[in-house]
């Protein structure tokens, strides 16, 4: 004898809010079929800040100074390539002095003057003294133009002769002697004026130079601070737009919030209506087994029957 268990069953699980709460999850779930309808909404505003003018500006100071550089510093470059290479040379280093000419020395015009003055007045001394004094002797002798008169005037003459041309040698030398210390003179006061103006004028150069060469540094020091100044003023600019994208940024992150405020709410009215509910809501089960035999019927069974045989 044997026996079987009733019919299956199966159990079900639900939650029931509580009457209060009823409307609230209505609500609810009708805002957040709204929410999902709602189509998406691009942000509009502008969210990269552009270069500004103070940029524009600076990077074109920068690429004019990097491709063309500054005139004084183009110059100050060709200075130093032509002073590498020996272009500015003393001009005043090969000059040759020139000896000047004194009037007074060597046998000129003015000397030959003085000389025949000076060979005239001999003569003439001679005319007046000495022939005068050999013509009156021999006339109160008696032997004017005689033998021995001539004989004297021959040898007077031949006297004045030789009286002249020590004159002429004397005077030649002489003037020999003083024109070559006159040139020599003049040798040397040419050559100290000479050197001393050379020397001046090649000073006057040479400080000319020293005044490039020492405005060679300030030229290239000029380049480095129009980098510079372009540098600060791109440099104004950067903070300009970084400023300027933190504006966006925060503009783009109050519109993020805005956005998601309805859903924040709606979080919030949610887990506080889960709340509400679950404290107080009532949750129900059903159960239903299926049917299956009893193992306890069919011992008990065979114990009734054992019990009828002994009986």
């Known amino acids: 004898m044997g026996g079987s268990g009733g019919g299956g069953s199966t159990n079900t699980a639900q939650f029931k809010p509580p009457d209060y709460a009823l409307q609230g999850w209505t609500d609810y779930l009708n805002n957040a079929s709204g929410l999902t309808q709602t189509p998406y909404q691009q942000y509009q505003g502008m969210q990269i800040a552009p270069i500004n003018n103070a940029q524009v500006q600076g990077l074109q100071m920068t690429a004019n100074l990097a491709g063309n550089d500054a ?22 280093a090969t000059i040759q002095t020139e ?28 005319q007046t003294g000495t022939a005068a004094q050999t013509d009156s002797a021999f006339n109160h002798a008696g032997a004017f133009h005689g033998g021995g008169h001539d004989a004297q005037i021959a040898a007077n003459e031949y006297g004045l002769g030789s009286n002249l041309s020590n004159l002429s040698n004397q005077m030649d030398f002489n003037q020999w002697n003083q024109s070559a210390g006159l040139a020599q003179q003049a040798a040397n006061n040419s050559l100290t004026a000479q050197t001393n103006d050379l020397n001046r004028a090649s000073q006057g150069w040479q400080q000319e130079r020293n005044r490039q060469v020492g405005a060679l540094p300030l030229a290239m020091q000029a380049q480095q601070n129009d980098l510079n100044n372009a540098k600060a003023l791109t440099g104004v600019g950067d903070v300009q737009r970084s400023y300027q994208q933190d504006m966006l940024n925060q503009y783009l992150n109050n519109y993020n919030q805005y956005m998601q405020y309805p859903y924040q709410q709606l ?32 011992l008990l069974g065979a114990g009734l029957a054992a019990a009828s045989m002994w009986g």
């Open 71 to 92: 005139p004084d510093y183009r110059t100050a470059r060709a200075m130093n390539q032509l002073t590498a290479a020996g272009g500015f040379e003393d001009p005043y």
């Open 99 to 126: 000896n000047a000419v004194n009037p007074f020395m060597g046998f000129s015009p003015m000397y030959g003057a003085v000389k025949d003055r000076a060979m005239g007045d001999v003569a003439r001394a001679y």
């Open 267 to 298: 979080d919030i009215f949610g887990n506080s209506l889960a709340r509400a509910s679950g404290n107080y809501g009532t949750n129900t089960s059903q159960s239903q087994q299926n049917y299956q035999a009893n193992p306890y019927a069919g």
